[in-house]
């Protein structure tokens, strides 16, 4: 290993060398992109000197990851009972993960199933408390290992990304394919027929392999994985775990790759297994759709939805990330307006049966406001919660109160 370190830091050395000491003619094409090349492979090489020289499970088990993780896992939460239950004893409770961790006689407690219907029916797993420290501790140092290496436009569970951020990148790539709306403007949309449920683990494991080589770490992932019981041996993620959302990247990164690289798709976005493909030519979306179906069937044993992918055009809109996006404006799909109506009602029901706190009633109005700032609802927004405000009008969420005590800190500081 010392060799090898030793040998990368000399070619380090003698690329970086080579570009300082070199003198090019800025304007020759093919020199300046060798330059770049070259500057890739310093940069490349030494990534892997730093990945050699770090032990990442001690990085995962060590107390002040733990511990980070557990804050993490708690945000928004503060006030939850089984929050304040292992907050009782955190330093005993984070010490047991470490030792079990470093036995690694860790065991994940069996997951708690519900099922949602939002319409669509949703079948969601829910993991203990520790479980979820567990998921943080290890997304905290697995996750910027793979991220670097995610395309620009995969915006679902990454920092500096989300809806917002796709939507208007949606906007962007629309305005250049129509050149302002003064050409047709064809939409593949596309999504995987069920998705988390199909997820290969043999193929997720050697995808994660090719970047982690740490054992002890796949055995981790394993056990995370093995945890989500289901019908198909080998295959599915649970719905509702930080890790699932991870994955889910990790998996569909071959084909971000392969549509970028292969299709020369410029005009690509994805949102966990929800994806677009703009073009000018209808004939090149068909042949993007037929060859990345054959991709997902031979490399990652998944499945294009056969109902939700069609190839549409911008003037009839096109539902897009809880949208219905036109040339000029966009509108929350009805679906997403009756869905949230249904969701609050039923929440306020349970609050004022007290089976639900304002903490709940709080995100999802929260939530929602900032999905609907997406799209032209000013209107609207205004005339679902205005009466509101008289009903819940003197309560407080942990999340207000955790932002006021902050404010506070901020103020004595200053």
Excluded at 86 to 93: G, P, Q
Excluded at 183 to 206: G, M, P, Q, W
Excluded at 224 to 233: A, F, G, R, V
Excluded at 306 to 334: A, E, S
Aim: charged letters at 30%.
């Amino acid at each position: 290993m010392l060799c090898r370190v030793k040998g990368l830091l000399a070619r380090v050395s003698a690329l970086n060398n080579f570009n300082n000491n070199s003198n090019f003619n800025a304007n020759n094409r093919n020199v300046d992109n060798n330059n770049r090349r070259l500057r890739g492979i310093a940069k490349h090489a030494e990534t892997l000197i730093l990945m050699a020289c770090r032990d990442l499970w001690k990085e995962l088990y060590s107390y002040d990851n733990l511990l980070l993780a557990y804050k993490k896992a708690r945000k928004h939460k503060t006030l939850k009972q089984y929050v304040i239950d292992f907050e009782k004893n955190l330093k005993h409770n984070l010490l047991m993960l470490q030792v079990e961790l470093q036995l690694k006689s860790y065991r994940p407690k069996p997951l708690e199933t519900f099922i949602i219907r939002d319409p669509k029916t949703r079948k969601i797993s829910k993991s203990d408390f520790r479980d979820r420290v567990i998921h943080h501790a290890l997304c905290n140092i697995i996750e910027p290992i793979f991220d670097r290496t995610f395309i620009y436009d995969s915006y679902a569970n990454r920092l500096g990304k989300g809806t917002l951020k796709a939507i208007q990148r949606f906007d962007c790539f629309k305005r250049k394919v129509s050149k302002n709306n003064s050409l047709n403007c064809h939409i593949l949309k596309a999504d995987i027929r069920h998705y988390f449920e199909t997820v290969s683990h043999k193929i997720l494991l050697s995808t994660i392999n090719k970047r982690i080589k740490d054992k002890n770490i796949l055995w981790l992932i394993k056990i995370i994985l093995e945890n989500h019981k289901t019908d198909l041996e080998g295959k599915g993620m649970p719905l509702g775990n930080l890790t699932s959302q991870f994955f889910a990247n990790v998996y569909l990164n071959e084909l971000d790759y392969y549509v970028k690289n292969e299709l020369s798709a410029k005009y690509y976005i994805r949102y966990v297994d929800d994806f677009v493909i703009l073009s000018n030519s209808k004939s090149k979306l068909r042949t993007c759709e037929e060859q990345i179906h054959i991709f997902l069937k031979e490399k990652l044993d998944i499945a294009l939805h056969p109902d939700k992918t069609k190839i549409l055009t911008m003037d009839k809109g096109i539902n897009f990330l809880g949208l219905r996006i036109y040339c000029h404006h966009k509108l929350l799909k009805k679906s997403n307006v009756r869905k949230f109506k249904n969701k609050l009602s039923r929440i306020i029901y349970n609050y004022n049966h007290n089976n639900a706190d304002y903490d709940e009633i709080y995100d999802t109005i929260e939530g929602w406001i900032a999905h609907g700032k997406n799209a032209d609802t000013y209107n609207l927004r205004n005339k679902i919660l205005a009466p509101l405000n008289d009903k819940f009008g003197g309560e407080i969420s942990t999340k207000e109160y955790n932002r006021y005590l902050k404010t506070q800190k901020s103020k004595k500081k200053h």
